[in-house]
């Protein structure tokens, strides 16, 4: 699993090498990094404290006719308080329509894997839209994910929206909402979450800082809800863009793609 994440990581960023030197105002060739921590807190039958580390790396080659390719790798690592660790990447890229004057549309589709101790594969594949004005986006996603292995087999449909809001050229503020149902071995579960976020521009940099936090719920028919907090920051590095944050998001990889989670 880990080689195979450390030689996308690499393609990635070889990838993403000549956006760095490509100083025009419309690159063919975009980019977006990020890396993060949180801390998620599991309340119900199996409480527990979790640590996440996660990270990824995209690239976008945008084509006349506003098409767009995009490739991509995401990782997340969950350090539970006792001796357990899992981790997850993704691995796989995008094809959409974007006007970033009116609206986007595209699908998604990617590889998953899930080590646990035993590695468990599946697919996760997603269309979404997105809806821009001046000072706001509005997107929506429909999805389905899957693993499956020794230890999971495990797979449901995901729905949700996401809003953002440009209160200046370097501070958007983000709300989202998502909810999934997943079938665990003939096991119902039901899961919903809200999340918010706050990301800021540096001035004069292509680096972003972001902090945010989110509530949710797990329900399984079998035993008692779940109840879970998270709350993290990171940063985003935009390769290849100019502008306020909001023509750099406008302009940049789709970032749901990246969401090393169940969802879009």
Not at 56 to 67: N, Q, R, V
Not at 209 to 222: C, R
Request: proline residues 3%; aromatic residues 14%; negative net charge.
């Amino acid at each position: 699993m880990y080689r195979t994440g450390l030689l996308a990581a690499v393609s990635c960023l070889v990838a993403l090498s000549p956006a760095l030197a490509d100083g025009g105002s419309n690159p063919r060739l975009t980019g977006l990094g990020e890396f993060g921590l949180t801390y998620l807190n599991l309340d119900g039958p199996n409480s527990d404290d979790v640590n996440v580390y996660q990270g990824s790396g995209s690239a976008l080659w945008t084509w006349p006719g506003m098409w767009n390719v995009q490739g991509d790798f995401a990782f997340g690592s969950y350090r539970f308080d006792g001796p357990n660790t899992v981790d997850m990447l993704k691995l796989g890229g995008a094809l959409f329509w974007r006007d970033t004057s009116d609206f986007a549309l595209g699908g998604q589709l990617h590889y998953q894997s899930l080590d646990s101790g035993v590695e468990n594969d599946g697919v996760a594949l997603s269309a979404f839209g997105e809806k821009y004005w001046d000072e706001a986006t509005l997107a929506g996603y429909i999805a389905h994910s899957s693993f499956d292995g020794a230890a999971l087999d495990i797979d449901g449909w995901q729905l949700g929206a996401k809003g953002t809001y440009y209160a200046d050229p370097q501070l958007a503020w983000k709300f989202g909402f998502g909810y999934g149902n997943w079938d665990d071995g003939g096991d119902d579960i039901d899961t919903w979450d809200f999340s918010g976020e706050v990301e800021y521009l540096v001035p004069d940099l292509a680096v972003s800082l972001f902090g945010g936090l989110g509530f949710g719920s797990l329900h399984p028919d079998a035993v008692d809800e779940t109840d879970t907090f998270r709350i993290g920051a990171g940063f985003r590095v935009h390769f290849g863009t100019q502008g306020s944050l909001r023509d750099r998001n406008r302009a940049e990889p789709i970032v749901g793609a990246l969401k090393t989670e169940f969802t879009y």
